[in-house]
């Protein structure tokens, strides 16, 4: 059973509703991790390094958004599965408050120190 004191609908299109936004923000930025040009005659050395320092950090954004990619699908899978809001700690209800803050939590409070 999901957590009883929460919405599973709208949880659902909340988590939906991330995902696309992650899906979009992976998108736009596809160009800033290509890779970089090298070319000495087109721009400087300090252009480059600057390039591939942007390069570096577009690449660990996506990362970010890879891995909360997969924790939303986690997330709905529990809720198919009627588990959603049980902490995988302890087996209680996570606080809804936790939940409503990040409904991406797999612990509660306790367990997750």
Not at 44 to 71: F, Y
Not at 90 to 95: D, F, R, S, V
């Amino acid at each position: 059973m999901n957590h009883p004191e929460l919405d599973m609908e709208a949880v659902r299109e909340r988590l939906l509703a991330m995902r696309a936004e992650l899906l979009e923000e992976s998108e736009s930025s596809r160009e800033a991790r290509d890779t970089v040009t090298l070319d000495q005659t087109s721009v400087g050395r300090l252009s480059r390094m600057d390039a591939l320092q942007g390069q570096a950090m577009a690449k660990a954004e996506e990362e970010r958004r890879q891995l909360a990619l997969r924790r939303i699908t986690t997330s709905l899978a529990r809720i198919d599965r009627g588990e959603y809001g049980e902490c995988i700690g302890c087996g209680e209800w996570i606080a809804t408050k936790r939940l409503g803050w990040d409904p991406l939590v797999l612990k509660c409070i306790d367990c997750a120190e």
